[in-house]
Structures are given as structure tokens and as C-alpha cells.
């Protein structure tokens, strides 16, 4: 998995609560993803990081927010967990920015919202 | 708006035959185009893609895939498909139009569940 490593790799969290997702990666590549993987949508983008402090928004950000304070630690965080929230979720990096270049995706980690 | 089509939710071939997977883009400028495959319980993998030049495109594990301007099409290939082939298979498209060096969106097809049939 490119050495991306995703925390935790299930979660099951409560309506209400807020939950963070963390993102590893050990080549210090600067842009980093988060996606979300649903059955009929394929992955959505939710955030990106284009560097240490720099992260903009993707197509379904609402009710997400990401902080990156560590060019390896990308952190996704549900700041009210609801039910429509449960998803698949995968971190990915590029080597660059380019639209050519391919991603590379860590393991996913798998969260219910009850 | 860029898109990506992969028509068939899933396609089962036997052991040994060839197999196709499809794939139909949308795009206003140039199109830049992936495979990524999905093994249960894994994140995705490049597997392959196409840029400029040749049309037909070599990746991984031995699959290949033919960009078809006319058709707008991508579809992914392998001469003799194997049991280990068996995942579920995405298109992704960027379009190469305005990239002023921001980012670029990329867009990912549905998914297409690969059976391979001992």
C-alpha cells in the first residue's frame, strides 16, 4: 500500500459523536487525499493537502474538516458523526501534482455510524 | 463537466479467455486516463494509464488498455484472464484543460466487479 497506513482500520461510532481518521505516509510526498468509497458513487473526493497547513475542499466536504500540521499526518476528523457519514474511507498520495500522475491509495478504514 | 462511464456493474469470463472491462469519458480538454483495481478489504491500485503516444497502453499483471478517441473510450484488457484477476475494477479521468498548475480533479467510474470463473 505504498506505505500509507490508515488509523483505525474499523471504527463504530454513535450519531452526535466526533471522530478523526488519521493518514500516514512515510515518503513525504506534499499532496495527500481523502476519499470516501459508497456502493453506486465509486470515490468521492472530500479533501486534499497540497503541503504542511495548505488543504481545500473537494466534492463532498460538508460536515469534514482535515488538518495537516506534519507533511506526513494527514487527519481527517467528522465533527458530528451522522448516519449518512458511514463509508469507506481512503487516504491516497501523488508524487506530484500533475494530471497525469497516478495515486496510490492506503488500506481504508471502515466506519459505522450507528 | 468531465465524466467516466463503466456500463457494466459486473462481468464474469472463464479461466483462460480473453477479458474486457469498459469504460466511456467525458472530458473538454485532453484526456488523461486510469485503471486502479480493488482486491477485498484493500485500497485501490494503479494498475495503468494513458497520457499521449501510443494508444494501446501496457500496465501490470499483464493487462492492457486501448485509448479510443473517436469513441471516447478506455476500455481495459487481458488476453487470458486468470481466477487472481478477480476484484472489482475502476476508470478514472482527469482532463487536461486549464491546468494552470492547481489542482486537477480526478474523476473515478462506479466500479466494475470482475468474476473470474475457474
Known amino acids: 500500500d505504498a506505505g500509507i497506513t490508515q488509523s483505525p482500520r474499523h471504527k463504530v461510532t454513535e450519531t452526535g459523536t466526533p471522530v478523526t481518521l488519521r493518514c500516514h505516509q512515510t515518503?513525504?510526498?506534499?499532496?495527500m487525499y481523502w476519499y470516501r468509497q459508497d456502493p453506486g458513487h465509486g470515490l468521492r473526493l472530500i479533501h486534499y493537502?497540497?503541503?504542511?497547513?495548505?488543504?481545500d475542499k473537494g466534492e463532498v466536504s460538508d460536515g469534514y474538516s482535515v488538518s495537516r500540521s506534519k507533511t506526513e499526518d494527514f487527519l481527517l476528523t467528522l465533527e458530528s458523526a451522522t448516519s449518512s457519514q458511514t463509508s469507506v474511507y481512503f487516504c491516497?498520495?501523488?508524487?506530484?501534482?500533475?494530471?497525469?500522475?497516478?495515486?496510490?491509495f492506503g488500506p481504508g478504514t471502515r466506519l459505522t455510524v450507528l | 463537466a468531465q465524466s467516466v462511464a463503466q456500463p457494466e456493474d459486473q462481468v464474469n469470463v472463464a479461466e483462460g479467455n480473453p477479458l474486457t472491462v469498459k469504460c466511456t469519458y467525458s472530458?473538454?480538454?485532453?484526456?488523461?486516463l486510469f485503471w486502479y483495481v480493488q482486491y477485498p478489504n484493500r485500497g485501490l491500485q494503479f494498475l495503468l494509464k494513458y497520457i499521449t503516444g501510443d494508444n494501446l497502453v501496457k500496465g501490470s499483471y499483464g493487462f492492457e488498455a486501448e485509448f479510443n478517441k473517436s469513441q471516447t473510450s478506455f476500455h481495459l484488457k487481458k488476453p487470458s484472464a486468470l481466477v487472481s484477476d478477480s476484484a472489482l475494477y475502476f476508470c478514472a479521468v482527469r482532463d487536461g484543460v486549464g491546468n494552470s498548475g492547481g489542482y486537477q480533479k480526478v474523476t473515478f467510474g462506479i466500479g466494475t466487479k470482475l468474476q473470474v470463473i475457474p
Open positions: 493537502s497540497y503541503g504542511v497547513k495548505d488543504t
Open positions: 491516497a498520495i501523488s508524487v506530484g501534482q500533475g494530471p497525469y500522475n497516478e495515486q496510490f
Open positions: 472530458v473538454s480538454g485532453n484526456p488523461y
Open positions: 515518503e513525504n510526498h506534499r499532496y
